[in-house]
């Protein structure tokens, strides 16, 4: 059935505009309620089906309703759904194990949340009682959440709804090389952005830093993906100034990228702390900060999430990393990324609009501008695109801070047939603009 054949305003639409907050916000002049889903397909009230190539916002890492994660979910929920962090239970214990022997480096003791933006305060909070220091480096162009110290830190206006409510936050400039900040052209630029780093630390600091947080490719950004060697210069830096390095895996993490469980393993730096939510538990609502030994010591013993280490989602947690195992999803995430890339390439080739194509794995990015040449940002071409795929059945996300980057981040499970249907879908829609 076609995404066109019913229009009329569902039951959930109606009460989500009547009964939230305005700031609610759906995609699409006549957005959807997604009723079911099944792997790489989601359904809507009114029957209709579509490719999901959004995966709920790199969420739903494994597909929808995968059978091994929702069975051990009904198993958990029959034995026992709550216990608080002040007991043990078996299913925390035994996904932070899985974690440690998983995670790089050095990382070994975990913190669970409910979600990135308490992971990433998790983080920062820990670093700076690791530390002594206050001052925290992270990125323009970044996003950490909605808590006034995750807008703070954040590089992105659009996500900041009060002017910075957290002193302390100090934004180098995002290895944008599409809008090089410097003007420059990598690889001649001498990565100029990460250098940066140590003008920013001595000029608007005090020398102090706590730490340098940063997401391996900036999601909200528009996937922006720095050049190969940018890590190992800035992260660099910031050791020499006594600060540590939070890697931000919330959109990288669980194969995301491709072949990695880590999106910070692409680029060969090994953080002291990494933080994560979103694909870990395949929807389930979670947050997890894990850290070197000595960083996790320092957080004082009298700490509480009502709802952290949860054993449903911790449950949920083992089955997705079980199934990414199982399924090869690293390696198919890296195969099927590969030829969604060249799918991509070949669509900018064909098509002005596309000024840039980035990402890597299966978390791709197109850029879209009115002239190549200057570059001007063209958010009106996103929206185009975004209600022509809609009536192929197709589902994309967006980004970027001018609103002009389509974000596609479909589930690992995700098939070459599947992303040649997206890439279908986006070609006949962009021949619309």
């Given at each position: 059935?076609?995404?066109?054949?019913?229009?009329?305003?569902?039951?959930?639409?109606?009460k989500?505009?009547?009964?939230?907050?305005?700031?609610?916000?759906?995609?699409?002049?006549?957005?959807?309620?997604?009723?079911?889903?099944?792997?790489?397909h989601?359904?809507?009230?009114?029957?209709?089906?579509?490719?999901?190539?959004?995966?709920?916002?790199?969420?739903?890492?494994v597909?929808?309703?995968?059978?091994?994660?929702?069975?051990?979910?009904?198993?958990?929920?029959?034995?026992?759904?709550?216990?608080?962090?002040?007991?043990?239970?078996?299913?925390?214990?035994?996904?932070?194990?899985?974690?440690?022997?998983?995670?790089?480096?050095?990382?070994?003791?975990?913190?669970?949340?409910?979600?990135?933006t308490?992971?990433?305060?998790?983080?920062?909070?820990?670093?700076?009682?690791?530390?002594?220091?206050?001052?925290?480096?992270?990125?323009?162009?970044?996003?950490?959440?909605?808590?006034?110290?995750?807008?703070?830190?954040?590089?992105?206006?659009?996500?900041?709804?009060?002017?910075?409510?957290?002193?302390?936050?100090?934004?180098?400039?995002?290895?944008?090389?599409?809008?090089?900040?410097?003007?420059?052209?990598?690889?001649?630029?001498?990565?100029a952005?990460?250098?940066?780093?140590?003008?920013?630390?001595?000029?608007?600091?005090?020398?102090?830093?706590?730490?340098?947080?940063?997401?391996?490719?900036?999601?909200?950004?528009?996937?922006?993906?720095?050049?190969?060697?940018?890590?190992?210069?800035?992260?660099?830096?910031?050791?020499?100034?006594?600060?540590?390095?939070?890697?931000?895996?919330?959109?990288?993490?669980?194969?995301?990228?491709?072949?990695?469980?880590?999106?910070?393993?692409?680029?060969?730096?090994?953080?002291?702390?990494?933080?994560?939510?979103?694909?870990?538990?395949?929807?389930?609502?979670?947050?997890?900060?894990?850290?070197?030994?000595?960083?996790?010591?320092?957080v004082?013993?009298?700490?509480?999430?009502?709802?952290?280490?949860?054993?449903?989602?911790?449950?949920?947690?083992?089955a997705?990393?079980?199934?990414?195992?199982?399924e090869n999803?690293?390696?198919?995430?890296?195969?099927?990324?590969?030829h969604?890339?060249?799918?991509?390439?070949?669509?900018?080739?064909?098509?002005?609009?596309?000024?840039?194509?980035?990402?890597?794995?299966?978390?791709?990015?197109?850029?879209?501008?009115k002239?190549?040449?200057?570059?001007?940002?063209?958010?009106?071409?996103?929206?185009?695109?975004?209600?022509?795929?809609?009536?192929?059945?197709?589902?994309?996300?967006?980004?970027?801070?001018?609103?002009?980057?389509?974000?596609?981040?479909?589930?690992?499970?995700?098939?070459?047939?599947?992303?040649?249907?997206?890439?279908?879908?986006?070609?006949?829609?962009?021949a619309?603009?």
């Amino acid at each position: 059935m076609s995404a066109d054949n019913k229009s009329s305003v569902s039951d959930s639409v109606q009460k989500h505009k009547d009964f939230l907050f305005p700031a609610v916000t759906m995609y699409y002049q006549e957005p959807l309620a997604l009723e079911r889903g099944e792997g790489m397909h989601v359904w809507d009230e009114q029957g209709n089906k579509y490719l999901d190539c959004f995966g709920g916002v790199l969420t739903t890492s494994v597909g929808h309703a995968h059978p091994h994660v929702t069975d051990a979910i009904i198993d958990q929920v029959k034995k026992i759904a709550h216990t608080s962090t002040l007991y043990a239970n078996r299913p925390q214990s035994e996904l932070a194990a899985k974690l440690a022997e998983i995670a790089p480096g050095r990382l070994e003791k975990s913190f669970f949340t409910n979600s990135g933006t308490e992971a990433d305060e998790t983080a920062t909070q820990a670093a700076k009682l690791y530390t002594g220091r206050q001052e925290i480096i992270t990125l323009r162009h970044s996003y950490s959440g909605r808590s006034a110290a995750a807008q703070s830190a954040g590089g992105h206006k659009s996500w900041k709804v009060l002017p910075t409510q957290v002193p302390g936050y100090y934004h180098a400039p995002a290895p944008y090389c599409y809008r090089c900040p410097f003007k420059l052209t990598y690889p001649e630029c001498d990565l100029a952005c990460a250098k940066d780093m140590k003008e920013l630390i001595e000029t608007a600091t005090s020398g102090n830093i706590a730490a340098f947080m940063a997401e391996p490719i900036l999601g909200v950004g528009g996937y922006i993906t720095p050049p190969k060697e940018y890590f190992k210069e800035a992260v660099a830096i910031i050791r020499q100034y006594g600060g540590v390095f939070i890697a931000d895996e919330v959109q990288t993490g669980w194969g995301r990228t491709g072949g990695k469980w880590f999106g910070i393993e692409q680029w060969d730096v090994e953080p002291e702390i990494i933080t994560s939510a979103k694909g870990m538990a395949n929807g389930s609502p979670i947050g997890w900060t894990i850290a070197t030994p000595e960083v996790a010591a320092a957080v004082p013993t009298l700490t509480f999430s009502t709802f952290g280490g949860n054993p449903v989602t911790s449950r949920a947690a083992i089955a997705t990393i079980e199934v990414i195992e199982q399924e090869n999803l690293l390696e198919n995430a890296k195969i099927v990324g590969e030829h969604l890339r060249q799918g991509l390439m070949g669509l900018a080739e064909k098509y002005d609009v596309i000024g840039d194509v980035r990402g890597m794995g299966l978390m791709q990015a197109l850029e879209l501008v009115k002239d190549r040449k200057t570059k001007e940002p063209n958010p009106q071409a996103v929206l185009k695109v975004f209600e022509e795929t809609k009536k192929r059945n197709v589902l994309i996300g967006k980004g970027g801070l001018y609103g002009n980057c389509i974000r596609i981040g479909p589930p690992l499970v995700a098939s070459k047939d599947d992303m040649d249907e997206l890439v279908t879908a986006l070609d006949e829609s962009l021949a619309t603009i």
